[in-house]
């Protein structure tokens, strides 16, 4: 039997910022989720994100999950070729930069693919259990990985949120895709990074475990909003 998804969806601008510019994308229907932080200024971050999403939200939704992991990659590659071209040439300011991280999730019967560009995440609580599916692009992560400082060190460096990866970045896009089996009672998120960095483990553990999308989803907003919330914070929560 093909799952009945279950999802629920939120951005918010946060306390500091004056402009929102994540996007989101919800569409349970079609087994199809995003989230996407955009970056470069105010209204070239909010373009990228937009962008993103409306692009993805017109891709077909019938085929296998092979078919439509295509569809999307070749999407999301024609945009990188957009933003990182097109409108940045036709720009008359002087910061160049238009782009946006991406973490989107496609679901078919009982396997899914998660695809990502950046340090938007994605996570999976499976069985009381929190697995971050998605590894970061940033410079923290690269110094993780190369051993050269550890992750309590990494979290403190001055570059430590700068992207290796993301949409618009670079001339040539390289997504991660990772797909993976979905099991009964599976809970799925999808954030920005103003939201996890908001949360424990074990906090965003907590939220995931409650009984519905949009219970968790009012855990996860309320314990980041009740502190500094200096970025914009968005995230998606699914459940078969």
Not at 104 to 124: E, F, H, I
Not at 150 to 171: D, K, V
């Amino acid at each position: 039997m093909t799952p009945v998804w279950h999802s629920a969806a939120r951005t918010e601008t946060g306390k500091v910022r004056v402009r929102n510019e994540d996007a989101i994308l919800n569409f349970p229907e079609r087994g199809l989720w995003a989230v996407a932080d955009g970056m470069g200024g105010h209204q070239n971050g909010a373009l990228a994100s937009r962008l993103i999403v409306e692009s993805l939200a017109e891709l077909p939704c019938a085929g296998s999950l092979e078919d439509r992991v295509k569809q999307l990659r070749h999407c999301l590659h024609q945009l990188n070729l957009r933003l990182g071209r097109d409108l940045t040439l036709l720009r008359d300011r002087p910061d160049p930069v238009v782009g946006s991280t991406v973490v989107a999730l496609l679901a078919v019967g009982d396997r899914a693919a998660c695809v990502w560009a950046g340090d938007s995440r994605c996570y999976l609580w499976r069985h009381k259990h929190l697995y971050q599916l998605s590894r970061d692009h940033s410079l923290a992560q690269q110094m993780i990985d190369e051993q050269r400082l550890t992750a309590e060190q990494a979290a403190c460096h001055p570059s430590a949120h700068a992207l290796t990866r993301a949409i618009g970045a670079n001339e040539e896009l390289v997504l991660d895709i990772l797909q993976f089996e979905l099991l009964p009672g599976d809970v799925l998120l999808l954030c920005s990074d103003g939201l996890y960095q908001g949360h424990t483990a074990d906090s965003l553990g907590a939220a995931l475990d409650f009984s519905t999308p949009a219970q968790a989803l009012t855990r996860l907003f309320n314990q980041v909003l009740s502190g500094p919330a200096r970025d914009n914070l968005s995230a998606v929560v699914i459940k078969s």
